[in-house]
């Protein structure tokens, strides 16, 4: 349930954005969601879809990059990334 507040600060976001540049409809919006995160794609968007009617963004569709994991050793500062 937690992608709901997700999304709509995604919302938030992007109505701003448009705004700000005078856009007269959104129509996607591409996020990069790394790989600690356990948002579910499908719930992002069908709350996105709920959130965004009688907006311009209604019928927006979410593209979804998925991230790689990376981390860095506190001792030696290596840098390891995981795959996707």
Known sequence: MHEL???EKIL???LRHAEKNEAKKIHS????VGGLTDLQD???QHYFDYLSKDTIADG??????????????GECRTLIETEK
């Open 5 to 7: 507040p997700v999304t």
């Open 12 to 14: 938030d976001i992007a």
């Open 29 to 32: 919006i591409t996020l990069r």
């Open 42 to 44: 499908q719930w992002l």
């Open 60 to 73: 927006a569709k979410l593209i979804i990059i998925p991230e790689g994991i990376k981390l860095r050793c």
